[in-house]
């Protein structure tokens, strides 16, 4: 299929067929998978959630700017997925508050995240409607074409994991505000992944793990069944 790159404007170009969030990060869940296939569920329960092995993908980007894509996507493949973590941290009662993750390049990695939600809002899939960077996806995309996390500088990211198998689902991005800021909710299986895009910095409790505000890498433990993600995915998923 050819057509202009959403990303350098390249015109009359091939466009790759490509996951807008890397497939590896939640694996290929199968029928045969314990944790069943992944659910995709739409934000509106009133939308049909149904089943998928393959994610969601589009065609917005050449050849050239799918290879920029993949050296975020690999580095956030080999950390979120792969790195095992430095310390495991925990709240003053000794239930586990996250993990501290050393050595991580935190620039590369705020460079995933800023491509995230630029494939997001750029896509044309139904299922990243609600990711709209009005003013910020000029920014965005500078800092993608020049690697440079300064060009985007309203962007900022926090991580999440679920240990619980039971997520296993995609629930389509949202846009919320927490502690003053304006967060999109990516939560694929059980990783989770909020992104800033609002020129206000992180209040706290948010703060103190965010990428920009951090030497490490720190990914927040997550309860499954006390979130709003169970919450919601029970809801919508209840009766179909």
């Given at each position: 299929?050819?057509?202009?790159?959403?990303?350098?404007?390249?015109?009359?170009?091939?466009?790759?067929?490509?996951?807008?969030?890397?497939?590896?990060?939640?694996?290929?869940?199968?029928?045969?998978?314990?944790?069943?296939?992944?659910?995709?569920?739409?934000?509106?329960?009133k939308?049909?959630?149904?089943?998928?092995?393959i994610?969601?993908?589009?065609?917005?980007l050449?050849?050239?700017?799918?290879?920029?894509?993949?050296?975020?996507?690999?580095?956030?493949?080999?950390?979120?997925?792969?790195?095992?973590?430095?310390?495991?941290?925990?709240?003053?009662?000794?239930?586990?508050?996250?993990?501290?993750?050393?050595?991580?390049?935190?620039?590369?990695?705020?460079?995933?995240?800023?491509?995230?939600?630029?494939?997001?809002?750029?896509?044309?899939?139904?299922?990243?409607?609600?990711?709209?960077?009005?003013?910020?996806?000029?920014?965005?995309?500078?800092?993608?074409l020049?690697?440079?996390?300064?060009?985007?500088?309203?962007?900022?990211?926090?991580?999440?994991?679920?240990?619980?198998?039971?997520?296993n689902?995609?629930?389509?991005?949202?846009?919320?505000?927490?502690?003053?800021?304006?967060?999109?909710?990516?939560?694929?299986?059980?990783?989770?992944?909020?992104?800033?895009?609002?020129?206000?910095?992180?209040?706290?409790?948010?703060?103190?793990?965010?990428?920009?505000?951090?030497n490490?890498?720190?990914?927040?433990?997550?309860?499954?069944?006390?979130?709003?993600?169970?919450?919601?995915?029970?809801?919508?998923l209840?009766?179909?």
């Open positions: 299929m050819k057509g202009t790159c959403k990303l350098c404007g390249t015109t009359e170009t091939f466009l790759r067929k490509s996951h807008i969030i890397p497939r590896a990060l939640y694996g290929d869940l199968s029928d045969e998978d314990p944790r069943g296939p992944l659910k995709l569920v739409p934000f509106d329960p939308e049909r959630a149904v089943t998928s092995r994610g969601v993908y589009d065609r917005i050449c050849e050239a700017c799918e290879k920029i894509m993949s050296d975020f996507d690999d580095y956030a493949i080999r950390v979120l997925r792969d790195m095992e973590p430095s310390e495991t941290l925990h709240h003053k009662d000794g239930t586990i508050e996250g993990y501290l993750f050393a050595g991580v390049n935190l620039e590369l990695l705020l460079l995933y995240s800023i491509s995230l939600v630029w494939r997001a809002h750029t896509s044309e899939h139904n299922f990243f409607k609600s990711v709209q960077l009005g003013p910020h996806e000029a920014n965005c995309r500078k800092a993608i020049e690697r440079n996390i300064d060009r985007a500088s309203g962007v900022d990211a926090i991580f999440g994991r679920f240990d619980d198998p039971r997520a689902g995609f629930i389509n991005p949202y846009q919320e505000h927490q502690y003053g800021v304006r967060l999109y909710r990516f939560s694929a299986a059980q990783l989770t992944h909020g992104i800033k895009v609002d020129n206000r910095p992180f209040g706290n409790p948010l703060r103190h793990c965010s990428i920009r505000n951090t490490n890498l720190i990914v927040l433990a997550r309860v499954f069944k006390d979130s709003p993600e169970f919450r919601f995915m029970q809801k919508t209840k009766g179909r």
